[in-house]
């Protein structure tokens, strides 16, 4: 049956139209008049075609944004009035019938072509404006075209995709949990999942050899520039009889042909570089390294360990050396500095070499020639080199770190056109909460221990997990692990983390139980989605990669949530609201 709003797409729109009638439909981006000719910007979702009329009066009443629906005949502009700019710019349409479907209001809150010049609370209260912005529109479809790609590469590799249950029970799995009160059952409560976690582990349970979907995920974690409030989606992956190395194999395939397919910039081959959790802490100061970074860090505590500068004695030195710099002047040296306060550090040391191998620098009279000749040895350093220093007690990595990414921002070091990945593993199973006092997980706690059982016979702080990440540009792009599929491993480890039998019985219910029936060694992993497209539209804030994010603060704008409900719908889910004092 023939649509009555239009037989042509504007995208399709093109000289071998000319003479022939059109019905075409979209919104008004613009409305010109050139000394009473009324010229009219026509868009849908592929293309925008120029609008004109004998009708003095065709356009009365039309507003921008209004969508319209006209018959006409498409004729050629006449060659100085091209617009090169569109791929209908060399013709027009001669309007001879107009219909307004939807009208628009004269005032808008914001022109849409420019939208994404407008603040982001604004756009998102009316994204539905905002969407019609070819740019913003185009990462959704974007978005869209490596959906199906990613699905398209694991139908290939025979993973099955199966969806899984949005309403779940609370679990401890590291974030906060949004929760759901139950009708039905008085003053229980169900959970938004954190993500498919249990339930990919039961399918392995229950046969199934490969697993994936593109799984929401909820957690009530605060937004950053790559991680949106609330929701995001991930690939999610599961291969039962697997090991760490297959799981490896898949994620390198998923990554570099998505990567290779959507970007022209350069990849690293594969395999992808591994890197222990303990180097990547030690030379990049981060378990999330940019490699497009050249800069690493150097451990100088040794060095240092007899030294009479207090500053580093008795704590953890880092040094970060860089060739060539000597000659930069005074201004910056303090520019850095001031850096460094911001990030917590009282300021940055450092010493410039000379051309006889002397030092200069605000820290060369505190060292020793002893001391002298060791940094030089340790660091490589030459002429003209600047080795800065970094001293902490418990925070020295972390503040390497942060001052190796600034040194490349600002001696513009980190290469744009690439995209550098790497696989970080052997994390440690468990780190030492101060304010409890006792163990936490300090990734997945259903990882499973390298050495199984015979583990936990050393140093807890020494256990290594079968866990890793998949890092591209210093954005963590994947976790996954070896999981932990053995009843009396997982009551073990659970136990050190505070968690009683009776806790693993009742709060993982599912796996306590199914462990029980033969668990298969399973292993998986989980792409994140939304990080994966902003890298590839090279985006810097994650909500412009999804049709309706939250804002920053966690409220969605345009509906209005999170809002009150009625007292009924409180008294049905047996709820009542505290005052806030």
């Known amino acids: 049956m023939e649509n009555i709003y239009r037989n042509c797409y504007l995208s399709k729109l093109d000289e071998s139209y000319v003479g022939k009638d059109v019905r075409v439909c979209g919104w008004v981006e613009n409305i010109r008049d050139h000394g009473g000719v009324i010229f009219v910007d026509l868009r849908d979702q592929g293309g925008v075609v120029q609008l004109v009329s004998n009708d003095d009066k065709m356009f009365d009443n039309v507003t921008k944004e209004s969508s319209i629906t006209v018959s006409g005949k498409i004729r050629k502009r006449d060659e100085e009035d091209y617009n090169d700019k569109i791929s209908t710019g060399t013709i027009e349409v001669l309007v001879n019938e107009l219909t307004i479907l ?34 913003v529109k185009n990462n959704v479809l974007f978005r869209n075209k490596v959906i199906s790609y990613l699905r398209e590469i ?62 929401p995920c ?3 974690e605060d937004a950053r520039s790559d991680r949106i409030y609330g929701e995001f989606y991930q690939l999610d992956m599961e291969m039962s009889f697997a090991t760490e190395e297959d799981v490896y194999g898949i994620g390198e395939k998923v990554f570099y042909e998505t990567f290779k397919k959507f970007s022209n910039k350069e990849i690293s081959s594969r395999p992808f570089r591994r890197i222990s959790f303990e180097e990547s802490m030690l030379k990049y100061g981060t378990d999330k390294p940019d490699l ?38 005074n201004s910056w040296f303090n520019d850095l500095v001031a850096y460094a306060k911001t990030i917590g550090m009282p300021g ?7 051309d006889d191998m002397s030092f200069k620098g605000p820290i060369d009279k505190f060292l020793s020639d002893y001391e002298r000749e060791d940094l030089i040895k340790k660091a490589g350093l030459v002429n003209n080199d600047v080795l800065f220093f970094i001293a902490d007690r418990k925070n020295a990595p972390k503040l390497a770190g942060l001052i190796r990414d600034e040194l490349g921002r600002r001696l513009d070091l980190i290469d744009k056109n690439k995209f550098e990945f790497c696989i970080i593993n052997d994390f440690p199973m468990y780190e030492w909460n101060e304010e409890e006092e006792k163990y936490d997980f300090t ?5 499973m221990p390298k050495g199984g059982m015979k583990a936990f016979d050393g140093d807890i702080e020494k256990i290594v997990a079968h866990q890793f990440d998949f890092v591209c540009n210093g954005i963590e792009l994947a976790s996954g692990a070896v999981r932990n599929h053995d009843l009396e491993i997982m009551k073990k ?21 199914a462990f029980q029936y033969g668990a298969p060694p399973h292993a998986g992993m989980a792409p994140g989605i939304d990080r994966m497209i902003m890298l590839l539209l090279d985006e810097d804030n994650i909500r412009e990669t999804i049709a309706f994010p939250m804002s920053a603060s966690g409220a969605d704008l345009m509906m209005g949530a999170p809002g009150e409900v009625t007292e009924a719908q409180l008294r049905e889910v047996h709820i009542k609201v505290r005052d806030k004092n």
């Open 348 to 354: 940055i040391g450092y010493i410039t070499v000379m």
């Open 154 to 215: 694991m139908t290939n590799e025979e993973f099955t995709e199966i969806q899984t249950p949005i309403l779940t029970a609370s679990s401890p799995e590291g974030a906060r949990d949004f929760i759901v009160p139950s009708r039905k059952y008085h003053g229980k409560f169900y959970a938004l999942p954190q993500a498919p976690q249990q339930f990919k582990q039961l399918l392995m349970v229950a046969g199934f050899d490969k697993y994936f979907q593109i799984a």
């Open 102 to 135: 939807g009208s628009a209001l004269n005032t808008l809150p914001f022109e849409v072509m420019t939208s994404t010049n407008v603040s982001e609370d604004v756009r998102l209260k009316y994204r539905y404006l905002d969407l019609r912005n070819p740019k």
């Open 493 to 513: 480890a659970f136990s050190i983390a505070g968690y009683s039998e009776d806790d693993l019985r009742t709060r993982f219910k599912g796996l306590y139980t």
């Open 443 to 447: 990734h997945n706690p259903f990882s």
């Open 292 to 329: 497009r970074n050249p800069l690493e860090i150097i451990d100088l505590t040794e060095e240092f360990s007899d030294t009479e500068f207090k500053p580093f004695r008795g704590v953890t030195v880092r040094g970060i050396k860089v060739n060539n710099i000597g000659d930069k002047s």
């Open 218 to 220: 909820f957690r009530d």
